[in-house]
């Protein structure tokens, strides 16, 4: 045999002897790869207590709303994305409407009495509403709504109406929608 050959398989072996280990303890750990524990896992019990659904003035409207309208279902703080999705046109941009909108709640979902269709969206404006962010979120609920025909309904609680006047104005949107 040449020297060149002789050397070329002594180098080769010596590559083997050295670097094989190595491979083959990175392949056992990328198929035992551990995810990294998250913060709090460790915990027994989380740092969470109840909170209510509702504020005390939201649940006398909501009273006024079951009075109103007792042949509906209604449920309150429901998020858009339980009751709109993105349509076909979407296309693969399904991700960034979902994103738009699974944020936000409505205050309250009017649904016909079989449980699955969406009459209305409805909400109890108060000051929080008076802000430019809040009105850009509002607008954004809005149109996302309206796109889907759904229509909103928008009442201020200060100017809370009446339980005639509430039933009059949801019946004549619900009809007209």
Not at 54 to 83: C, G, H, N, W
Not at 122 to 128: A, F, N, Q
Request: aromatic letters at 10%; hydrophobic letters at 40%; one cysteine or more.
């Amino acid at each position: 045999m040449e020297f060149g050959t002789l050397f070329l398989l002594a180098s080769l072996g010596f590559v083997v002897i050295v670097f094989l280990p190595k491979l083959l303890r990175a392949k056992g750990n990328s198929s035992k790869q551990e995810t990294k524990p998250v913060r709090g896992d460790e915990l027994a019990i989380w740092p969470f207590e109840p909170m209510p659904i509702m504020t005390d003035t939201e649940v006398l409207f909501f009273r006024k709303l079951q009075k109103a309208l007792p042949e509906y279902y209604i449920f309150s703080q429901v998020q858009l994305s339980r009751i709109i999705e993105p349509s076909e046109e979407a296309g693969s941009d399904r991700s960034f409407w979902f994103n738009r909108i699974c944020r936000q709640s409505v205050d309250y979902v009017l649904v016909d009495s079989d449980a699955q269709t969406t009459l209305a969206a409805i909400e109890l404006d108060d000051w929080t509403h008076e802000s430019q962010k809040s009105q850009k979120a509002d607008a954004k609920k809005d149109k996302a709504l309206a796109s889907a025909g759904i229509p909103i309904l928008r009442f201020h609680a200060e100017r809370m109406p009446s339980i005639e006047i509430l039933r009059h104005e949801v019946l004549k949107v619900i009809d007209s929608y």
